[in-house]
Structures are given as structure tokens and as C-alpha cells.
């Protein structure tokens, strides 16, 4: 970058052009949410057979090519506003370098050397100290020596040339690395020739947001920040006190760390979380692709004069190599299917537009997702589950929840519902190795009751939402915990098949008295666990009458029956969700014994 390039420069126009992207992203966001949210809605409730399933996965394809528009533009804005921004200061060190120039009498010429004229106390000898040229210095400790010399000479010019020159090269240095930082990233912010958006592609964006966010540290560093450690009020302060393009910029440079704020509308966590979904499908997909098995699994080998049937060396070579991996990335893609599967059955049968609220693949891999708005729901149901949950399993969980939304939406009176599958904790892996152990529930409940809290924080409105927590097996544990140590966000509570809840009594969950309801199934062995377990020292469990719960009626067997499809638990569950618990089917309380002579 030379110095007349530099005067020229505008950044402002870098800036307009980053406006033109965030419209185009917004542009893209809209198509995106026409397409997927009534296009889509109208192909699965109005048309029926194969051309129509097959219309319905172009369209779902076409919703997505907007989505990977909508995450590049707004990826490449923010790289043009981080660009503008360091232009921007080294404009203004070059503009605030000429005009001292220009005050002092000096010339700038066009190599970013500064003339000075003659000037200052004449000799002895009657001489007027001479001027010169003086060329600017980057390097701190040239820099200095050339001012500790300029000190010296009479020339009262000579300091303020070089302290120009200086300013001048720094303003020059600070513009090229800026220009040559910069112009890799940008230049990679571009899709490939084809019209189909693929894994590569997503994983490319991934890496393309890794790009941006490290060398857009200092336009980042210059926005307001989220609040360290906020609780989810002050998160959603601080996101409604930034601007529009402040807001579009942390959630196109920093999507996972948005997209888990409590506080935050659904709506951005969405945006936020779909990002990190894509990209961390494309790079998973690529990854898994890469690692594939070899296809000689099998062998057979004759010892002692039998055939036997062993693994090939070339498939243990590979499996010491890959195979956790392998197995670690299979599971994830699974649960990710599954959660795609949410998003493109939209629609059926009125199900509402999904919100994914935060979601993450590392270990065993977390998901929230809701069915419909929370923000803007009148009755809102937040579930909890258990032993063995994960993000491969996750679909079974979301189904449950949209059960849930169906049945208290016929019984909402015409009100709105959303249901929210919460796999927001490391759940234990297994009742006999894992469950009996506590921290899990302990460690989680921070979390559960910061979303819970984060619910009220960005609700839309002053009417609140009437809360229900649906909590299943260990996740009844993890709500106990979080009632315990803190404050519950809750109206009502459902406990279904609780090994136990770390409390003693209902009126201790924290929620209105009469208001905690139970759920046991015959056959189900995990109350009896929580009852008669841990060496003989059980539990007080929910299912106990001095517990103090209501124990609802329930027509399902087993551990994992209570979200059956036309059973009285699941209608139970539904009418609690819609406030109508003077309605819930309950077990009769036994009767006091009476003593007959």
C-alpha cells in the first residue's frame, strides 16, 4: 500500500458493500423461511405420491442452498466491516499525519517522506539551521533514536517531520498488513461453479468462519462483548442494545457461542445454531467419507483343522486407527438425520416451524429443540431426559415432545404451544454403571435452570408463558437438583418413572403447591431402583404418598410408555402443559385404615 493508494482509499465503501451483503443474506434468510415454512408446509398437506415426495426433497434442497447464501454473506459482510474498520484507522493516522503537515508547513512527498524547512536560532556564524527529508520508521526502537536525533538539531522542524514520517509509515504498514491479511480471506469467500451445496461446501464454510473470526479479532474486540459469565437478563440486554450490523456480525463470526446465550431470542439462537449444525454435519460427512472400512471385514483361517472365522488384518489396522472415530462420527450424523428430519417435517399434520436452541457434536453431543416459538408461546413444556440420552438417540426424544405439542394443542383452546426437547447435560450412559452416581444431575442443573431463566429473559411481550417441566427417568434427578440448588423457572412439574428427585417433598421443587405431578407405569423398574437401590438406602421418590405429589393415572407399561400415542398419561401430560390440571386423570389416594371389630 503506497501512500497516494492510501489517500485515495474510502473505506466507507467497504462498509456499504458489507450493507449490500447483510441484505442479501437477509434476502436469502427470507427466501429461506418462505421456502421451508409454507412452500414445503403446502407440497407434505396438499399433494400426495412419489412426484410429490420427490418435489418436497428438491424444495428442502433449495431451502438449504438459501441457508448456505444467507451464512456466506453474512460471513463475508463481516469480513468486509472487519476490513473497513482497520482501513478506517489507518486513514485516520494517515489524514491526522498530513494535516499536522500541512499546519507545520511540511511537505509530504509522494514516497511518504516529509520535507522540512530551514529554521530555528541562527549560529553564531549568522546561519539559519538548514532544513532536509526525514523518512518514516516502524520499528519502535529506530523509531525512537530517530526522534532522540531530531531532538537534537536546532531545526525545530526537523522533530515535527519525523514524528509526521513516522505516522505516516505507520499508517502505510498498518493499511498493508490489513490489505494482505484481508485479501486471502476475502478472495476465499466464494462457493465452487456448481449449484449443489455439499458437505465440502459446509465444511468449507466452517473453515471460512474459523478464517474470519481469527483475523477479525480487532473489529471484534471493538464491539460491545456479551457480559462475562451473564446471567440470561443480562445477556438480553446486551443483545437488544446492539446495532443491527453488530448483531449480524457475532452471530455470522461466532454462531456457537450466540446460538448457546441464554436470553437470546430463539429466533437469533436459531439462526446462530443452524450455522454450526451445517457446518459441523459437512466436516463430520467429509471426515466420515474419508475413513470408510475396508470392505474385507471377515476371513477364514484353519486351526487345528477347523475353519475359523477372524477379523482381516487389514480391518484391525484400520480399526486401531479409525474405529472409535468412525463409530463417534456415525453416532452424531445419526442424530443429526434426525434433527434434519424435524426441520423438514414442518408442517405436517400443522406441526410448527422447529427452533434449534443450541447444539454441539463433541462427546456424546447436545441438542435443544423446540416445536414452535417459546418467545411468543402461551403454554411452553421444556423435557428433560434420562439414562442413555445422547445425540444419536435425540429423535426419539424431539418425537416425544411433538406428541406432547399435538395433544395440548388440541386442548389449548386456541392458544399457542411450544414443546422443547432439553438435551442440554451429559446424561449418565447407563443405569447400572452410571446412574446411581449424582454428579450428573448436579453438574447439569446450572445449565437447565440458566435456559429456564433464559425462557422469561427474551420473551416477547409482557404476558408470561404458563411453564410446565416434562422431566423422564434421570432427568427427574437433574430437575430435583436444580430445584435444590437454585431457583426453578416452572409452573408446573411432571415426573415420569423418577428413580428420584433429591428432594424430600413436592412443596420443596419450587413451583405452586399442588403442581408437581407423577408418573409410574407397571413394570417400570427404575422407581423401584430409586426405592429399594443403593445397598438398601433408597430414596424418597415421587411415587411415594408422603412425597405429596399427584400421581397421576397411567394406562402405559415400562420405563419408556408414557409418551404412547392415544394412552391417558400422554392426554394427562397435555392438559397440565395447557393449565388444565383440575382435569388430569388421577389415581385415587388410598384410603386411612380403619380398625373393624
Known amino acids: 500500500m503506497d501512500l497516494a493508494t492510501l489517500t485515495a482509499l474510502k473505506p466507507a465503501e467497504y462498509s456499504e458493500a458489507a450493507d449490500g451483503y447483510r441484505v442479501a443474506a437477509k434476502m436469502a434468510s427470507a427466501a429461506r423461511d418462505d421456502i421451508e415454512n409454507r412452500i414445503a408446509v403446502a407440497l407434505r398437506t396438499d399433494l400426495k405420491g412419489d412426484a410429490a415426495t420427490e418435489a418436497s426433497k428438491q424444495v428442502a434442497h433449495l431451502g438449504q442452498n438459501f441457508h448456505y447464501i444467507q451464512t ?17 484507522a489507518a486513514k485516520r493516522k494517515l489524514d491526522t499525519a498530513l494535516a499536522h503537515a500541512g499546519t507545520a508547513g511540511l511537505t509530504v512527498n509522494p514516497d511518504g517522506s516529509v520535507t522540512y524547512p530551514a529554521g530555528g536560532e541562527k549560529s553564531e556564524d549568522g546561519k539559519t539551521p538548514p532544513g532536509g527529508t526525514v523518512t518514516g520508521l516502524t520499528d519502535a526502537t529506530a523509531s525512537a533514536v530517530g526522534r532522540q536525533a531530531a531532538g537534537f538539531d536546532p531545526n525545530p ?39 449443489t451445496v455439499s458437505a465440502e461446501d459446509w465444511a468449507d464454510t466452517s473453515s471460512d468462519t474459523a478464517g474470519v473470526r481469527a483475523v477479525g479479532g480487532e473489529y471484534l474486540n471493538s464491539l460491545p462483548q456479551p457480559p462475562k459469565d ?32 441464554d436470553g437470546l431470542p430463539a429466533s437469533v439462537r436459531d439462526e446462530a445454531n443452524r450455522i454450526v449444525f451445517d457446518t459441523t454435519r459437512g466436516t463430520m460427512q467429509m471426515e466420515f467419507n474419508s475413513i470408510q472400512p475396508p470392505g474385507n471385514k471377515w476371513t477364514w483361517v484353519v486351526a487345528g483343522g477347523y475353519p475359523t472365522k477372524v477379523y482381516t488384518d487389514e480391518w484391525i489396522e484400520w480399526n486401531s486407527k479409525h474405529g472409535d472415530r468412525y463409530e463417534q462420527l456415525d453416532r452424531s450424523l445419526d442424530g443429526m438425520k434426525a434433527i434434519q428430519h424435524r426441520f423438514d417435517t414442518t408442517g405436517t399434520n400443522g406441526l410448527p ?34 439414562t442413555g440420552s445422547d445425540l444419536k438417540g435425540v429423535g426419539g426424544n424431539i418425537a416425544r415432545m411433538v406428541d406432547v405439542w399435538r395433544k395440548a394443542t388440541d386442548e389449548a383452546d386456541g392458544g399457542s404451544v411450544s414443546t422443547i426437547t432439553w438435551l442440554g447435560y451429559d446424561a449418565p450412559d447407563t443405569v447400572e454403571k452410571d446412574a446411581p452416581f449424582e454428579h450428573y444431575a448436579y453438574d447439569g442443573a446450572p445449565a437447565f435452570r440458566n435456559f429456564m431463566d433464559g425462557l422469561d429473559a427474551s420473551r416477547a ?27 426453578l423457572d416452572a409452573d408446573d412439574v411432571i415426573l415420569a418413572g423418577s428413580p428420584g428427585v433429591k428432594v424430600s417433598r413436592a412443596d420443596e421443587l419450587d413451583v405452586p403447591k399442588g403442581h408437581v405431578w ?12 430409586g426405592r429399594w437401590g443403593h445397598g438398601g438406602d433408597g430414596f424418597i421418590i415421587p411415587s411415594d404418598p408422603g412425597f405429596g405429589a399427584n400421581q397421576m393415572t397411567v394406562d402405559s407399561e415400562g420405563h419408556s410408555g408414557y409418551w404412547d400415542k392415544n394412552r391417558q398419561i400422554l392426554e394427562n401430560q397435555a392438559l397440565i402443559v395447557v393449565g388444565k390440571g383440575d382435569e388430569v386423570s388421577l389415581i385415587p389416594p388410598p ?6 371389630k
Open 230 to 261: 451473564g446471567t440470561p437478563e443480562q445477556n438480553a440486554e446486551w443483545w437488544k442494545k446492539l446495532s443491527a450490523e453488530e448483531q449480524a456480525a457475532w452471530v455470522s463470526a461466532r454462531p456457537g457461542l450466540m446460538g448457546g446465550l
Open 518 to 529: 407423577n408418573a409410574e407405569a407397571d413394570g417400570d423398574v427404575v422407581p423401584d431402583i
Open 157 to 195: 522542524h526537523h522533530r515535527l517531520a519525523q514524528d509526521c514520517a513516522d505516522l505516516i509509515a505507520s499508517a502505510l504498514k498498518d493499511a498493508t498488513e490489513a490489505d494482505e491479511k484481508w485479501a486471502p480471506k476475502l478472495r476465499a469467500l466464494k462457493a465452487d461453479d456448481d449449484l
Open 591 to 596: 384410603k386411612p385404615w380403619t380398625h373393624v
Open 461 to 487: 411481550g409482557d404476558a408470561p408463558s404458563h411453564t410446565t417441566v416434562i422431566a423422564h427417568s434421570y432427568g427427574t434427578t437433574l430437575v430435583g437438583a436444580a430445584a435444590e440448588t437454585g431457583r
Open 72 to 88: 456466506q454473506c453474512g460471513l463475508i459482510g463481516t469480513a468486509l466491516e472487519a476490513f473497513s474498520y482497520e482501513l478506517e
Open 353 to 386: 416451524e422447529a427452533y434449534l436452541l443450541d447444539f454441539s457434536a463433541e462427546n456424546d453431543g447436545r441438542a435443544i429443540v423446540a416445536n414452535g416459538n417459546p418467545d411468543t408461546a402461551d403454554h411452553t413444556a421444556v423435557y428433560v431426559p434420562g
